[in-house]
């Protein structure tokens, strides 16, 4: 498993302050940049260094998945993969000849900080369905891939109300640095 380094700027942080300033990093990337997945993996970078790629390769999970709404909310997909850089199987771990136990075993670590993660979600939203959390914030599903469905989405606060898409980006990133927190991923 990697260690995390929290980055000099934030090494004197207490655990709450840190934690809070995940929740304002991961609100204002979503605010100021858009896309849930790539603002939760950036407030991260910001705090614990996580590599620049990573943050790249989250771009499109966003919206439900390539915005059409349908699937995990993007700020939940972007926290499973800044997980997963710490917890994930690693290409070692697998093989395209054989199936080999102590590989299948190695998804495990990954599985269960997720699961973790998703649980704070349905806790707190009562789902982690993108569509499904815009009804309930919203109380309608915008189609982002429909001509005018990102305007009526940012007409309705996604990006001006404090408790809309913002909001679930700020969580999933403190959620997500909980997590490393507890499991001594990050150490303070």
Not at 7 to 20: G, I, T, V
Not at 129 to 152: A, H, V, Y
Request: glycine share 8%; proline share 1%; aromatic share 10%.
């Amino acid at each position: 498993m990697i260690r995390a380094k929290i980055q000099k700027e934030y090494k004197d942080l207490s655990r709450q302050e840190l934690l809070d300033r995940a929740y304002e990093l991961g609100f204002n990337y979503e605010k100021y940049s858009w896309s849930c997945s790539q603002c939760t993996v950036a407030a991260l970078h910001e705090l614990l260094g996580i590599d620049e790629v990573v943050v790249k390769v989250s771009t499109s999970i966003c919206g439900g998945t390539a915005d059409q709404t349908l699937g995990t909310c993007g700020a939940l997909a972007g926290g499973v993969i800044a997980l997963d850089y710490y917890f994930g199987r690693p290409l070692e771990k697998m093989s395209y000849h054989k199936c080999i136990q102590t590989n299948i075993d190695a998804l495990n670590p990954g599985s269960e900080v997720s699961q973790r993660l998703a649980d704070k979600f349905i806790k707190e939203y009562g789902t982690f369905i993108c569509g499904q959390l815009q009804r309930k914030l919203f109380g309608r599903i915008f189609c982002f891939t429909e001509e005018d469905g990102i305007e009526k989405w940012l007409e309705a606060g996604a990006h001006s109300d404090k408790d809309k898409c913002c909001h679930l980006v700020g969580n999933s990133a403190r959620w997500t640095l909980e997590i490393l927190l507890e499991k001594e991923v990050v150490k303070l």
